[in-house]
Each structure stands twice: as structure tokens, then as C-alpha cells.
């Protein structure tokens, strides 16, 4: 996995063909954030992607697809940590915010940060939902419910195959 979350540029260069539709080269003069990165993963191409990830994690991240339930690697998982985009590496989920909500994929009553997701409606299969991307990467992680546990209530249900999982540096 890629992950370009933790870069902070100061004066990069990077070859185009990572930004398609942008001259050969693109300068970034100066970020104290890593918004040229950001630009740089919402610009790859469905080929790139498809390089990137494996043929699963492509079906959900890039094709909207939903996991079978019960199925994820992640689902069990009760270590404590940071679970991160599958396909950019953006800390989305604490573990201190993971429930077993039965549903059959991981479910957290909250992200990290209300920023690093979007919310969109979703009408498809005859249902309103709002489906959940990163918003770094546009990747779709699964879809949003009001049926959470306190303090939110909401339920953000996650495919286990858009994620991936930080482990805490207990040390
Ligand atoms: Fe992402």
C-alpha cells in the first residue's frame, strides 16, 4: 500500500504521469500540508489504480462493490491502532471507535475526522443510503447509518477490503 499521508513537501517535482492531464511536470513550490499529494492520488487514472490495488480492493475501492459479509480480514480485528484507506493511506478510523455491530463488516460509531470523509446520497438497489468515500483519494468505503450506538448514534459500515490497519506502537 501507498501511502503518501504522512509526507510533508517542502519542494517536490513529480513525474506527470502520476497527474494525468497536467503538462510533463507539475512544481509544487510550497505546502505545509500534503495537498499536492492529495492532488496527486484524486488524479490517478483507472489504470494506475488497477495497478495499485489487487483485483478485490479494486471491486470495492474503485467500483463501488460491497464485500460479502462476514468475510473481512477486519471484521474480527480487536487490536488497538489506526485503520487507514486501502488505497491512500489516510487514517480514517480509531480502534477505540470500532463495534461489533453485527452487520458483518467492521463498524465505527465515529471517523477520525468528519473531514476526511464524503458523505453522498446513494439511491441504488432501492434504498436511500449515503455512501462514505475517502475524501483524500475518492475510494468508497462503504455506507453511513443512523442506527450507531451513543455518544453519535451512527454507524459507519465499512468494507473491510477499503481499509487497512495500523497497528499501535505499544513500546
Ligand atoms: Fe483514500
Known amino acids: 500500500m501507498t501511502s503518501f499521508s504522512s509526507w510533508t513537501p517542502i519542494a517536490i517535482w513529480a513525474p506527470a504521469k502520476a497527474v494525468s492531464g ?4 507539475l512544481g509544487v513550490r510550497r505546502s505545509n500540508t500534503p495537498q499536492f499529494f ?13 495497478r495499485q490495488l ?5 471491486k470495492v475501492l474503485r ?7 462476514f468475510t473481512g480480514k477486519l471484521l474480527h480485528n480487536k ?15 480509531s480502534s477505540d471507535a470500532k463495534y461489533d ?11 477520525l475526522a468528519k473531514d476526511k470523509i464524503t458523505e453522498i446520497p446513494d439511491h441504488t438497489l432501492g434504498m436511500e443510503r449515503i455512501e462514505i468515500k475517502c475524501k483524500n483519494c475518492g475510494g468508497h468505503l462503504g455506507h453511513l447509518f ?17 481499509l487497512g490497519f ?3 506502537d505499544t513500546k
Open 63 to 69: 467500483g463501488k462493490a460491497t464485500e460479502p459479509a
Open 101 to 111: 455491530s453485527g452487520s458483518g463488516w467492521p463498524s465505527f460509531w465515529t471517523a
Open 54 to 58: 489487487d483485483p478485490q480492493q479494486y
Open 146 to 162: 443512523d442506527d450507531g450506538p451513543q455518544p453519535t448514534g451512527m454507524r459507519y459500515c465499512v468494507n473491510s477490503l477499503s
Open 79 to 93: 487490536e488497538k491502532g489506526v485503520y487507514v484507506c486501502a488505497g491512500c493511506g489516510t487514517e480514517l478510523f
Open 22 to 25: 497536467i503538462g510533463p511536470y
Open 38 to 50: 492529495y492532488a496527486m492520488v484524486m488524479n490517478r487514472t483507472d489504470e494506475e489504480w488497477k
Open 166 to 168: 495500523k497497528k499501535k
